[in-house]
């Protein structure tokens, strides 16, 4: 039973790189969130799909962009990396958007 | 506004009860979760109560909604040392037919052996 995984667990980038965080999950769930955690703020979110073909902003989408590849996947991209955006990520997925939400174990970013 | 607050911190020691406070923002929420969050990992679903419900008991956690003061609280008895990590509430939020999850900021609970 893998629910929602997140890869990769640990990455490190210079200021100005992309890359892109991958999230999958086997759970046949609608929805897919992205949240960014930081020290003192609890959760954010930054983008959710509400299901397969449909994305939306968050609370905090600014340098983020994403793709809901498939049902199972959801990607989470960053065009052009800042400090401001060290964090860690996590991915989670509900049936639908009322339900319980069931989160990965993150990926802890580092922007140099 | 939309803050669902919580305190920051409680310490506990081994063998009493804890009690993690939250203060939400909708009287009209219907799903009320905790979530758990150990080191290094995600967050994980503890239990949920329902607006209709004022008390849900899951072995060693009690529930309590107060719906008039907007408070939920989570009592775990016999705390141990396991159940340091920081809890969570979240409420579901009825915005023009839309939900939205909002998170509480954290209670980080240590236990003292």
């Known amino acids: 039973n893998a629910g929602v995984t997140q890869t990769p667990k640990f990455q490190v980038l210079k200021t100005g790189q992309s890359m892109t965080l991958q999230c999958a999950q086997d759970m046949n769930h609608n929805s897919m969130y992205w949240y960014r955690q930081d020290p003192g703020m609890g959760l954010r979110l930054i983008y959710y799909?509400?299901?397969?073909?449909?994305?939306d902003k968050g609370e905090v989408p600014n340098g983020y962009n994403v793709s809901r590849l498939n049902k199972r996947e959801f990607s989470l991209r960053l065009e052009s990396a800042a400090p401001s955006q060290t964090s860690v990520y996590f991915c989670a997925s509900s049936l639908d958007r009322r339900s319980p939400q069931h989160f990965g174990d993150g990926t802890r970013l580092s922007i140099l | 506004g939309e803050d669902v607050e919580q305190s920051l911190f409680l310490s506990v020691r081994e063998g009493d009860s804890s009690v993690i406070n939250c203060t939400y923002t909708?009287?009209?929420?219907?799903?009320l979760y905790w979530y758990k969050q150990e080191p290094g990992a995600g967050l994980q679903l503890l239990t949920y109560i329902f607006s209709n419900m004022d008390m849900k008991q899951d072995q060693r956690l009690t529930v309590l909604l107060n719906k008039k003061d907007k408070h939920l609280s989570l009592r775990i008895a016999d705390t141990q040392t396991g159940d340091s990590a920081i809890y969570f509430c979240a409420e579901i939020l009825t915005t023009s037919g839309t939900y939205k999850y909002i998170f509480g900021t954290g209670t980080r609970l240590k236990v003292l052996a």
């Open positions: 799909s509400a299901s397969e073909g449909t994305t």
């Open positions: 909708d009287s009209s929420s219907t799903y």
